[in-house]
Every structure is written in structure tokens, then in C-alpha cells.
């Protein structure tokens, strides 16, 4: 099946130890603070809203570029994220917002250090605010990044899951990973039938066909793929289920829930995919 985890996945995981684990945590931790007073004031931009030079918010990016200094955390961060921290406030660059990406990696990595309880399920996220309270790191006193990562220098420190549940976690991500695919693969069905139809009702050296799939960078094979993708997402559904990874399926399909925010039961709705 395509959403098994990779050989390498499936031999015994190797896992960074757990002192490493904290200090990119607290690296990433740094960097989304940040992230997040520049997103909020790009957000007041796109509102039309005017986004006057805050003093306030430029002290607390001071506060951050001098914690990742005093902590030492600078020695630990890649190029790009040092980048980031240096340029002055309001001056970051259309890519540099998407390190918000990186907010599950952040998330993750608490979880395997035992600072939160589990991994969400795939159609929620982790709770920004508890990953931050998880660590108890505050810019403002770079001394709390100490705190943080002291009980993980010890060579005998243990991560908080393990083997199985990792495995799980892995199997559950795979799965998840390859049905997303799978339906990016039959939204180019009716874009690739269409091609075809145009291909048959003309005779050019260049077809409609290859032209689309190249000029979308679509490889030829794909076109395969797309035709099975109906009948080949009730085999993975039946075997995931099978194995545990997934817990129900709909119909013959993965069950896809949707979280509906602000709705007063508080549960999420299913619906089917």
C-alpha cells in the first residue's frame, strides 16, 4: 500500500536525543513568537487598517532576538531562521510567513518530549497556547530556555513515547498523507478526460494531452494512477481499518471529520469525503 511508512520508517526508529529535541523545540518556539507579531501585523495591513510603527510589539521582537542571543540558541538554528530573527520588525519577506508551517513539528516535538499528551487528530491541530505553556519558555527571560532544556542534557533521559507509539503515530501520518494525495489525484481526472477529449477531436503533432500534463508538470503515468484512484481508496480504507491505523471508515472510504467551530455541542461533524 502507498501510505505504508517507508523502509526506513519501518526499520527501529533512531530518534535525535531527547537534550536535541529541546533545543530545536526551543528554537522553533522563538522563531513562531516572532512569527506571530508579524503575522498579526500584516494581518492589519490586508484589513486596510492603518499599521503604524507599535512600540510595543517592537520590544517584544527585541525581547526575542535577544533571548535566542543569551541562550545560546543561535548556535542551534538554521541560516534561515537566524535571518529572520535579525531582520528588524515589520521587515519580513513574503516567504518568511511560511514558517508558520511549522507549528506541528513544534507540536510533535513536545509530544515526544512528554510535554503534551497526545497528537491531535489529522483534521484538528495542536493548541498554540498550551505548546507555548508547555514549555514555559518566555522571551523576556531567556534564562527560562535554560530551564527548559537542562532536564534533557543527560544521556540517560528517555523520550516519553515509545517504539509502538511512534509507529502509530507514523502509520496514522502515512495513511492521512496518501489520501490527501489521492484526492489531488482525482481532482486532475476531469482535467486529464478533458485533454483526452480534445486529443481525439484533433490531430496536431503536439496533442492537447501531452501538452496539458506537461505544461502542468504531470507525469505521463499519472494518467493511470488517476483512472484506479476510484477503486484503489476503498482497498487502502478496507486495509487501514484492518490494521487499526484508521479507526472507521464511510461508505468505502476514510471517514473524514470536519471540525465545526463554535458549534454548541462542541463535537466535530462527519461528513463524507
Not at 510589539?57 to 540558541?73: D, M, N, P, Q
Not at 531562521?81 to 519577506?93: F, L, V
Not at 509507529?167 to 489520501?179: I, M, S
Request: with cysteine; net charge negative.
Amino acid at each position: 500500500m502507498a501510505f505504508r511508512a517507508t523502509s526506513i520508517l519501518r526499520q527501529k526508529h533512531q530518534l535525535r536525543p531527547a537534550f536535541e529535541l529541546a533545543l530545536r523545540s526551543s528554537c522553533l518556539q522563538l522563531v513562531l513568537a516572532r512569527w506571530g507579531l508579524e503575522t498579526a501585523s500584516l494581518m492589519e495591513m490586508r484589513e486596510n487598517k492603518p499599521a503604524p510603527f507599535d512600540e510595543r510589539k517592537s520590544r517584544a521582537v527585541e525581547a526575542i532576538t535577544t533571548a535566542v542571543y543569551e541562550s545560546g540558541l543561535d548556535d542551534h538554528m538554521t541560516p534561515k531562521e537566524i535571518s529572520m530573527i535579525e531582520k528588524p520588525y515589520q521587515g519580513w519577506e513574503y516567504a518568511d510567513y511560511a514558517y508558520g508551517d511549522h507549528w506541528e513539528a513544534f507540536g510533535v516535538l513536545q509530544w515526544l518530549l512528554g510535554r503534551q499528551h497526545s497528537i491531535p487528530p489529522y483534521h484538528s491541530s495542536f493548541d498554540r497556547a498550551r505548546l507555548f505553556q508547555g514549555t514555559g519558555i518566555l522571551p523576556i527571560d531567556p534564562s527560562t530556555v535554560e530551564k527548559f532544556v537542562s532536564p534533557y542534557m543527560s544521556l540517560q533521559t528517555h523520550h516519553s513515547v515509545d517504539e509502538g507509539q511512534l509507529q502509530r503515530e507514523v502509520d496514522a501520518a502515512e495513511a492521512w498523507l496518501w489520501r490527501a494525495r489521492a484526492q489531488a489525484i482525482l481532482g486532475l481526472r476531469d482535467e486529464i478526460a478533458l485533454a483526452k477529449s480534445q486529443e481525439e477531436s484533433q490531430s496536431q503533432e503536439d496533442s492537447p494531452l501531452e501538452s496539458a500534463l506537461r505544461e502542468k508538470r504531470i507525469p505521463h503515468a499519472l494518467r493511470k494512477m488517476a483512472a484506479d484512484m476510484p477503486k484503489n481508496i476503498p482497498l487502502a480504507a478496507k486495509r487501514a481499518l484492518a490494521k487499526g491505523i484508521i479507526s472507521q471508515t464511510e461508505g468505502d472510504d476514510f471517514s473524514i471529520a470536519v471540525e465545526m467551530k463554535g458549534a454548541a455541542s462542541g463535537e466535530p461533524a462527519k461528513t463524507m469525503s
